[in-house]
Structure formats: structure tokens, C-alpha cells
């Protein structure tokens, strides 16, 4: 059985093969999908995550488990790729139009995820102003409470896909494609998965205008940056295998030491018109 819906900024497609409750699963699973759009969205202004960038560096702010795990996920893969990864560039994106501006923030005042402290397991807060932008790992998060419901529901074998970030699981092999960067609209299939995640980071379908700045900000230089190839990164969840795309793309470096420390893998597939 398969169902589509577009969520999460692209179409989420789940595949599950016989269970008892298929339609209750399925039905379940996108609602945890759509959860984790809510928390933790920064298009909406009334998300838990909107909320986290405009109030945590004046008070204490109670946060859903799910937000406080994704928050310190974050932080963790900050610390073992030395800075490469921080989903504190978001005021970088509105400044370029990229993301809706919700709020004023003094842009030479901004901290980033390594700011966050965590006075309990979810009350958190900040001593400077924050402006996160949680896009570069809640999809993956998502996939995987998606998948979570799915094998709650004793469902043995399928998958969640989200525009690419991808998580299989049973017993049953699936081939695995990847996008053409020289043409995206052509599949490259690099392979077969039984069980675990891959997430691919690109700029080709990037919607912007021809004059408008990537969406993919070097936290350490805060510069946005440009490539033409594409970074897959394999992992067993796909949180770490979303957030560890933007370690491999930003760097270049798909043997980034940060890759063995979450036992990941990256793949690079160069763009042929332009190398």
C-alpha cells in the first residue's frame, strides 16, 4: 500500500506492506509527520519553533519532547563536526529573503543551536537572541517518528520517503536512486537498502530567483555557498543522515571525520557539465 501527501515543503510518500491496521498506521504516521511540521517550522510564525526564536533569550520556554530532541541532536552533530553544522544561520536566510520574517532581531547579536541551554529536558533558554532554522534536520527527524508508528503497528517492511530523505526498514530490498545533478530530472540508482536512511543535500531544484543568494549557509564564515554536484549521506536514522548532508556539502569532504563518529557514509555525484 502506498500514500502520498504534500508535507514538510515536498510530498512525503509512505510504502508499507501488509499489517493488521494498515490504514490506522498510515494514518498515524502522517500525523506524526505533520506534528513535527507544526513544532518546528519556521514559515509559521505560531510554530513552537517560532516562538523559541523570538522569546528564549528573554525567558524560560517549556518545549515539546520531540523539539527538545531534535534540539539536542543538533547540538550534539555541532560539536562532532566542529561548528560545521548549526542551524543558527536562519537570520542569514530572512536577511536574504530566503525565509519569512517574523520578528526584529539586531543581526550582530545572534547566537547559534550551541546557545541553547537546556535548563531541563524541555525547558530551554538562550542568553543571546536566536534565529534557528531547524529545515536542515527535522525532515529527517520526521521520517523517523513516522517510522516509529509504522513498526509500533507491527508493520515489518516499508518506507517513508520526504523529497529524497529517505528511511527503509523490514526485510525486503529496495533500490535506491539519487538525482542527476547535470540533469535532475534523471534517476541514478547507486544501489539497494534493506534497512536504514539516506538524505541527499543539492541546490538544482532550489527555488529562488537567478540573482538570489543559496540557502546554504557556511556557519563558520556565514557566507552562503554555492555547488552544482550533490552529498547523499547514509546513515541508520535519517535525522543524522539529513543534518550530516549539510557536514559533507558545506565542507566537500565526504570523509569528514564527523561521518564515522554517527557510523554514516557520504556519497558525492559530481555534476558532469560543469566538471
Not at 530551554?124 to 521520517?143: E, F, M, N, R
Not at 508493520?155 to 536512486?177: K, L, P
Request: negative net charge; aromatic residues 6%; charged residues 20%.
Amino acid at each position: 500500500m502506498m500514500r502520498c501527501k504534500p508535507l514538510l515543503g515536498t510530498f512525503v510518500e509512505i510504502k508499507i506492506e501488509d499489517g493488521p491496521q494498515l490504514s490506522q498506521a498510515l494514518k498515524e504516521a502522517f500525523l506524526a509527520i505533520e506534528q513535527v511540521q507544526s513544532l518546528m517550522g519556521f514559515h509559521n510564525p505560531e510554530s513552537e519553533l517560532s516562538k523559541i526564536n523570538a522569546h528564549v533569550h528573554l525567558e524560560q520556554i517549556r518545549i515539546h519532547p520531540w523539539t527538545a530532541e531534535v534540539l539536542a541532536i543538533a547540538q550534539e552533530i555541532y560539536r562532532h563536526s566542529n561548528g560545521i553544522f548549526n542551524c543558527g544561520v536562519g537570520h542569514h536566510l530572512v536577511e536574504a529573503g530566503l525565509l519569512p520574517k517574523h520578528f526584529q532581531l539586531n543581526m550582530d547579536s545572534v547566537g547559534g543551536i550551541q546557545d541553547i541551554l537546556f535548563i531541563e529536558r524541555t525547558l530551554v533558554q538562550s542568553h543571546l537572541p536566536l534565529c534557528l532554522d531547524l529545515g536542515g534536520i527535522a525532515k529527517g527527524y520526521a521520517v523517523d517518528k513516522a517510522v516509529d508508528i509504522l513498526q509500533a503497528y507491527d508493520i515489518t517492511s516499508g518506507s517513508v520517503n520526504a523529497g529524497g530523505d529517505m528511511r527503509i526498514f523490514g526485510d525486503q530490498a529496495q533500490d535506491i536512486h539519487i538525482r542527476n545533478p547535470a540533469n535532475p530530472h534523471e534517476l541514478l540508482q547507486i544501489g539497494s537498502m534493506k534497512t536504514g536512511a539516506i538524505a541527499t543535500s543539492s541546490l538544482y531544484f532550489a527555488k529562488r530567483d537567478a540573482n538570489a543568494k543559496s540557502y546554504m549557509v557556511n556557519p563558520l564564515n556565514q557566507e552562503h555557498i554555492e555547488f552544482s554536484e550533490s552529498y547523499s549521506v547514509v546513515a541508520s536514522e535519517c535525522v543524522y543522515a539529513d543534518a550530516l548532508t549539510k557536514v559533507v556539502s558545506i565542507s566537500g569532504n565526504i570523509n569528514h571525520p564527523c561521518l564515522e563518529r554517527f557510523s554514516a557514509q557520504a556519497i558525492k555525484i559530481p555534476n558532469t557539465h560543469t566538471a
